[in-house]
């Protein structure tokens, strides 16, 4: 199977849509930060960006998407930076079938509150700038864009498999 990634902002619903769609694809799940984890020795994203900043997170990331590509037969759930690096984007569209997961800024608020996992998304006023930069990125570098805002996490995934394989979605 091609691989899919799953690109979007924060909160946009990437790591619970990708588990879905994997175990419904019997493919591998690859969650982008948690091979950044792997590969780190790191404990957590907030640690790595408090002790080594963000340079080392997005070069440490770069390793995990193309470690992730190589494997095939995955769905990959992207961190939301990953399309900040041309390179990404260059060997994510060579390897896989791109899938934007759009959420407005208002539903991701929502859906983050009360975290505190994501380091750029400390304060709300930087977080709306980054969604706005990084908005058109997303659109550009996507095979297919599904809107979250009022889908429940399974009607996602059937609006993806309905895209892949158009034949027998199911
Ligand atoms: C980031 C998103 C996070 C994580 C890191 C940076 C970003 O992943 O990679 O905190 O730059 O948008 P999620 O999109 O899975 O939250």
Avoid: W
Wanted: charged share 30%; glycine share 8%; proline share 3%.
């Amino acid at each position: 199977m091609r691989n899919i990634a799953l690109i979007g902002f924060m909160g946009a619903g990437k790591s619970t849509v990708a588990e879905l769609l994997a175990e419904k694809l019997g493919a591998t799940l690859v969650e982008t930060d948690m091979e950044v984890l792997r590969l780190s020795g790191f404990p957590s994203v907030n640690s790595i960006f408090d002790t080594e900043g963000e340079e080392y997170f997005r070069a440490v990331e770069q390793e995990a998407i193309r470690e992730a590509v190589r494997k095939g037969n995955c769905v990959i759930s992207c961190g939301g930076g990953v399309i900040n690096s041309v390179d990404n984007i260059k060997v994510l569209k060579g390897n896989a079938y791109i899938v934007f997961l759009h959420a407005s800024f208002d539903a991701i608020k929502k859906r983050l509150k009360g975290t505190d996992t994501r380091p750029l998304f400390r304060q709300e006023e930087k977080a709306t700038l980054l969604y706005a930069y990084r908005l058109p990125l997303y659109e550009k570098s996507a095979d297919v864009v599904i809107n979250t805002d009022s889908k429940k996490p399974e009607e996602v995934v059937k609006l993806i498999l309905e895209k892949f394989r158009p034949t027998n979605a199911n």
